[in-house]
């Protein structure tokens, strides 16, 4: 049986020399360090585990950049939104599938090898239900099938336009269900990804915004053991409404009234005081942070030391895709705490490498917030990883810690050359197999959507 040999490796236990391994079905059948190649082994320099990137709205990818235009009135998260809204009024079944092709192709190439889509847009233009309520959803699974990328969907229940069940605004209708009607559409959105390799299907109550506590515990009640992801404070106009709507902080409201544990991903918490940080940690839930986004949208800074001082757990999401890449998020989140705390080193934590430190905490993560039982490279987790190109003038002369250090930190371009999801090789050279038809059919859909 052929496999994979590299001459270094991350494995859990560490850095390993002459790594060998071998795939079946998908995952780690066998791995081995200290050992020789093996004839038709593919041979590699430097090996590590793929990353989840826990936080995607795909279709997002498609307005990146248009929103960087000063309006009259302040521009804020909230005037963003707006402009995103407008998008959604126009963009058809086809649309989504060739952007989200797009955003999961770069994905891959910058060495995410599964999505966590928090999927949204259900209903067609009108806000009527497809006749097939999860078309969008199958859309979706296709993206991900054709491109190879993992994909953990979670269909999205919205509901209202703000605390206390404010009906929806009509640029919402696209979004909007009953809990039936979410019922109906999670049985159909499992259905939808069943030819997808690895899929996981778990559900997500928008925000303490769109959601009531009513519905929020009815959604709940239909997750089982899947994951749950939320957004929650990443503005403070949303803080500020929750704390006259309920009397509380919306993330401390959360600790308090919903069975918060490891299950959970609790996307932003930008604004979070100590304790619900404190809180936060001992549910074993997982923060999504999403640096490139937050700071696109001017949300804040998360207070990450707190939460690591309690030992928290984070992993990493591009959220709108203005811009993908795993390390651009980890540079950013590392640079934004720097700034805030005006001192250098901070995600290290302890660890002697912050690139370590931050690349071991989105592969934990990522992979907790997914739904995954296990990740990296070991035996019977998803054969999901990455080859950087040791030739790159980042990783010049480095070895072991001293490799994710130049990426994320030196690496101008990326210096990943194959990628890897569920055993499937998709990327060699740096470039998506499929990258060009793709790009073609991303290109052509949007000169027509923006000319519209
Ligand atoms: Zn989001």
Redesign the pocket.
């Known amino acids: 049986m052929s496999g994979l040999f590299f001459e270094d490796a991350l494995l859990p236990q560490g850095w390993a020399k002459n790594v060998r391994l071998l795939i079946e079905a998908g995952r780690f059948a066998f791995i081995e360090s200290g050992a020789a190649p093996q004839p038709g082994d593919e041979r590699h320099r430097i090996g590590l585990p793929g990353i989840c990137n826990l936080?995607s709205?795909a279709f997002q990818r498609g307005m990146a950049g248009l929103a960087e235009v000063r309006s009259a009135s302040t521009d804020s998260f909230w005037s963003w939104r707006e402009l995103m809204y407008r998008f959604v009024g126009r963009i058809s079944p086809d649309d989504i599938e060739a952007v989200a092709a797009q955003a999961y192709v770069e994905m891959l190439e910058k060495g995410f090898t599964r999505v966590g889509e928090?999927h949204y847009i259900h209903h067609d233009i009108s806000g009527a239900a497809y006749d097939n309520i999860a078309e969008l959803a199958e859309r979706i699974a296709a993206s991900a099938q054709a491109t190879g990328i993992g994909l953990t969907l979670l269909p999205v229940f919205y509901a209202h336009a703000g605390f206390g069940g404010r009906d929806p605004s009509p640029a919402q209708r696209r979004f909007v269900n009953s809990i039936d009607g979410f019922a109906r559409l999670l049985e159909a959105s499992r259905r939808a990804v069943a030819a997808v390799p690895g899929a996981v299907v778990g559900v997500a109550p928008h925000s303490l915004r769109a959601v009531s506590a009513d519905e929020l515990a009815a959604v709940l009640a239909l997750a089982g053991d899947a994951p749950i992801h939320i957004?929650v404070a990443e503005q403070v106009l949303e803080v500020e409404e929750c704390l006259a709507f309920h009397g509380q902080r919306p993330l401390q409201w959360l600790l308090d009234h919903a069975p918060v544990d490891r299950r959970w991903c609790l996307?932003h918490a930008t604004h979070a005081s100590a304790d619900e940080l404190a809180r936060t940690a001992a549910s074993g839930a997982v923060v999504g942070l999403c640096p490139i986004t937050e700071a696109n949208l001017g949300d804040g800074i998360f207070d990450a030391p707190r939460l690591l001082g309690a030992g928290g757990r984070y992993g990493i999401g591009s959220?709108s895709n203005v811009q993908i890449g795993l390390a651009d998020e980890l540079r950013l989140l590392e640079y934004g705490q720097r700034l805030a705390q005006r001192t250098r080193n901070v995600m290290a934590h302890g660890q002697a490498s912050t690139g370590r430190a931050l690349f071991d905490a989105a592969l934990q993560g990522g992979a907790q917030a997914l739904g995954l039982a296990s990740a990296g490279l070991q035996e019977a987790a998803p054969a999901d990883l990455i080859s950087l190109d040791a030739g790159h003038i980042a990783l010049a002369g480095r070895g072991g810690d001293a490799i994710l250090d130049g990426w994320i930190f030196a690496g101008q371009q990326t210096p990943v050359d194959c990628v890897w999801a569920a055993g499937r090789k998709l990327v060699s050279g740096g470039r998506h197999h499929d990258r060009d038809a793709v790009a073609r059919r991303f290109k052509n859909t949007l000169e027509r959507l923006l000319a519209a």
């Open positions: 936080h709205h928090f957004h996307v959220d």
